[in-house]
């Protein structure tokens, strides 16, 4: 079976401080992961996605993630942080069966204090 | 290029009522998710639809069912809802490379 961790449910942090939101993984398969932001009363939107290739992957926004396949993680990076990140940023793997649905994790709160 | 739409927003029922939850995706996506979404508990499949005339469960599908419309709509009914069933829901729709995108969402309350 496949699972999600995210370590941290709540992420503190000031403004312009750099930020780590933890996220491991367990799988069996191929591993495709992805991470999504929410911002306040809204869907989530795609931030940046692990398929193949290299490791570390980049979004437009100032974010990063490394993939770590012999510690099965997918942390988030920012080195440092505005206050209109926050949000509540949700990791994610890619199911292996037909459905090639996502199974989440429960969220990490990202709240930028300024 | 609306991407994809969900109606209502928000919605209160009573124990028991029965109601529709719209979905449609301008995108000419094959694959359509629904998830429900819990304080703490990420979001989880309810149902989904690998292409137009096919449904199956996912993870809780217990109290729910689909249809796919066609390619671009895919509806979630609750036939007798339950205060279990308060919370908020979100339509998917993904691409050929497995990205995810969703809609706004419906914030559903069952009293």
Redesign the interface.
């Known amino acids: 079976a496949q699972s999600v961790t995210q370590l941290d449910s709540q992420v503190p942090v000031f403004e312009e401080a750099p930020v780590e939101l933890r996220c491991n993984y367990s799988s069996s398969v191929s591993v495709y992961l992805f991470w999504y932001v929410q911002y306040p009363n809204q869907g989530l939107q795609l931030l940046l996605k692990y398929l193949s290739g290299s490791t570390l992957v980049e979004s437009i926004n100032g974010f990063e993630a490394e993939f770590n396949k012999s510690q099965t993680s997918f942390h988030l990076r920012k080195p440092s942080v505005h206050i209109s990140d926050t949000a509540e940023y949700f990791c994610a793997l890619l199911g292996s069966g037909s459905a090639r649905q996502l199974t989440f994790g429960s969220g990490t709160q990202l709240t930028v204090l300024p | 290029n609306a991407g994809?739409t969900q109606t209502p927003k928000f919605q209160v029922l009573k124990t028991g009522q029965s109601m529709t939850l719209q979905c449609a995706q301008d995108m000419n996506h094959n694959?359509m998710?629904w998830y429900r979404q819990d304080p703490?508990?990420?979001?989880?499949?309810i149902y989904?639809s690998?292409s137009e005339g096919t449904t199956?469960k996912?993870e809780v599908p217990n109290g729910y069912n689909v249809s796919r419309l066609n390619k671009r709509e895919f509806s979630l009914r609750l036939e007798s809802a339950a205060p279990s069933q308060t919370s908020v829901y979100?339509c998917?729709s993904?691409t050929r490379?497995?990205?995810?995108?969703?809609?706004?969402?419906t914030r559903l309350t069952v009293t």
């Open positions: 994809v694959s998710y703490g508990m990420g979001l989880r499949l989904y690998a199956d996912g979100f998917a993904r490379d497995y990205e995810q995108y969703f809609g706004p969402g």
